[in-house]
Antibody, heavy 118, light 107 residues
């Protein structure tokens, strides 16, 4: 069974970088698409971007200058880096799998809450 | 970006009742519409994709319909375990965008 697990610091200071890891078991990240989605307080959901089976990436234009998604296929992990964070980046961050591109996400991690605060 | 307007924002219903949640897209999304259920403290789970296709393991009391810009999720015979937040998401155009969510509670 495909399982995803997010990890990373729960508190980040404003202007710093947010870095999260998604560890995948039961399936290789060299297949399909692997994305990051966040849920803000108040329930608004935002797709952040994905990394594909080949390593290509696609990002939400609203984040394009601040976001980077990379991977380590030897560890079956992919990563999110979001630069220059503000308090508006406070959210629960989820990693998830989609079959192809922006098709619906069929497997999700449990989520990690990240607070941006000094 | 395609805007997804979801209604109602919250809903209170009794056990056994039928409930309907709606999603309106700002342009035609050609049935590229998914519904997710998020139970308290859990991650979202895919219920329906391509507007009316039930994901594996999802009870048949859930159904989706719609076309063009208007879509709906119907839950027949409401069960206690259906208490959740429900989201729609369009995956026709990038970036994929979500509705604001509907919080379903028991009356």
């Amino acid at each position: 069974e495909v399982q995803l697990q997010e990890s990373g610091p729960g508190l980040v200071k404003p202007s710093q970088s947010l870095s999260l890891t998604c560890s995948v078991t039961g399936y290789s990240i060299t297949s399909n698409y692997w994305g990051w989605i966040r849920k803000f307080p108040g329930n608004k959901m935002e797709w952040m971007g994905y990394i594909s089976y080949s390593g290509s990436t696609s990002y939400n234009p609203s984040l394009k200058s601040r976001i980077s998604i990379t991977r380590d296929t030897s560890k079956n992990q992919f990563f999110l880096q979001l630069n220059s964070v503000t308090t508006e980046d406070t959210a629960t961050y989820y990693c998830a799998r989609s079959y192809m591109g922006i098709t619906p996400f069929d497997y999700w991690g449990q989520g990690v809450m990240v607070t941006v605060s000094s | 970006d395609i805007q997804m307007t979801q209604s109602p924002a919250s809903l209170s219903a009794s056990l056994g009742e039928t409930v309907t949640i709606e999603c309106l897209a700002s342009e035609d999304i050609y049935s590229n519409l998914a519904w997710y259920q998020q139970k308290p403290g859990k991650s979202p789970q895919l219920l329906i994709y391509y507007a009316n296709s039930l994901n594996d393991g999802v009870p048949s009391r859930f159904s989706g319909s719609g076309s063009g810009t208007q879509y709906s999720l119907k839950i027949n015979s409401l069960q206690s375990e259906d208490v959740s937040i429900y989201f729609c998401q369009q995956n026709y155009d990038s970036p994929p965008t979500f509705g604001a969510g509907t919080k379903l509670e028991l009356k």
